[in-house]
């Protein structure tokens, strides 16, 4: 949201670190893709059976900037991670 003409990021600071993460990403997406106007997001917006197109595409900025395809599929492919539990603690 915009605190007068700055835009602001607030996080819940008892959430988990890895969702803070993605909540400044998700955040950050809406900014960088022009959804100023975009209602503060509740926690039914950073979920994958999000169907509103604002919240869709503030995810998959979210999902590419923590863990971008490239650097998975290298990851994955050179056998030094093989599981999504692995593929989450080197992305975090």
């Given amino acids: 949201h915009f605190d007068g003409k700055t835009p602001v990021i607030e996080l819940n600071v008892d959430e988990i670190e890895t969702r803070q993460r993605f909540t400044i990403a998700h955040e950050l997406g809406h900014f960088l893709l022009g959804d100023s106007d975009a209602p503060r997001d509740g926690p039914a917006s950073f979920g994958s059976g999000q169907r ?38 080197k992305f975090k």
């Fill in 52 to 89: 509103a197109p604002r919240e869709v595409r503030a995810n998959r900025f979210a999902a590419g900037l923590l863990m971008p395809s490239a650097a998975l599929r290298a990851l994955f492919l050179s056998g030094r991670c093989d599981s999504v539990e692995c593929l989450a603690s």
